[in-house]
């Protein structure tokens, strides 16, 4: 199965700044499946991008996703207070689907 | 609006079968092309991908809980359901059934406690 690095464990940033999450596949996947979703104690997953680099429904554009073989990078920038969460990396291209241990986000 | 409801057991005595229902509404689960999944999240090795039942029936078992995994459904309820065998504390988690397609998993239920516990 693909195995997903992601890193840093813990991002801390300060509201308004911007900052990355970067995810490594350990083989390639398939059509680019990756996806980022982020979560808040006692919640659900909630889907942000899809296919890498495409923004779910509702998401605010301050989320970027991107995609460079078989690297991958979040990218959250004007940190809201609302962002603070755990951001986790999917890839769901290359069955078994697999997610990355999750980068925490709190506040510097 | 597609919401996802799990439910079941909040505890299971290890060795027995663990057994849990996803009941969806705002659309059918044997159409539109969608897999139906279960997912875990362990407290400590993070989230777990289980398996799916795709809108035709088909399924999907991680490779290393296939000997003791079933995921069926019954569409004219619109319900999933999970059946993991001869469980152990290993299987402590939270239990969540999803949504899939090709956009990501883009609805989730709430999340289903399960214990392994004598």
């Known amino acids: 199965e693909i195995v997903l690095t992601q890193s840093p464990g813990t991002l801390s940033l300060s509201p308004g700044e911007g900052g990355n999450v970067s995810c490594r596949a350990s083989?390639?996947?398939?059509?680019?499946?990756v996806a980022w979703y982020q979560q808040k104690p006692g919640q659900a997953p909630r889907l942000l991008i899809h296919?890498?680099?495409n923004r779910a429904m509702g998401i605010p554009d301050r989320f970027s996703g991107s995609e460079s073989g078989t690297d991958f990078t979040l990218t959250i920038s004007r940190l809201e207070p609302e962002d603070y969460a755990m951001y986790y990396c999917?890839?769901?291209?290359?069955?078994?689907?697999?997610f990355g241990r999750g980068t925490k986000l709190d506040v510097k | 609006q597609v919401r996802l409801q799990e439910s079941g057991p909040g505890q299971v005595r290890p060795s027995e079968t663990l057994s849990l229902t996803c009941t969806v509404s705002?659309?059918?689960?044997?159409?539109?092309?969608?897999?139906w999944a279960w997912i875990r999240q362990h407290p400590v090795k993070g989230l777990e991908y289980i398996g799916y039942?795709?809108?035709?029936?088909?399924?999907y078992y991680r490779p290393s809980l296939t000997s003791r995994l079933s995921i069926s459904r019954d569409t004219s309820q619109k319900q999933i359901f999970l059946r993991l065998t001869a469980v152990t504390a290993a299987d402590t988690a939270v239990y969540y059934c999803?949504?899939?397609?090709?956009?990501?998993?883009?609805?989730w239920g709430q999340g289903t406690r399960v214990i392994v516990s004598s």
């Open positions: 999803a949504r899939e397609s090709i956009y990501g998993t883009e609805y």
């Open positions: 705002g659309g059918p689960i044997n159409s539109g092309g969608y897999h």
């Open positions: 039942i795709d809108d035709s029936g088909d399924t």
């Open positions: 083989q390639r996947v398939s059509s680019g499946y």
């Open positions: 296919g890498a680099s």
């Open positions: 999917q890839q769901y291209g290359n069955l078994p689907t697999t």
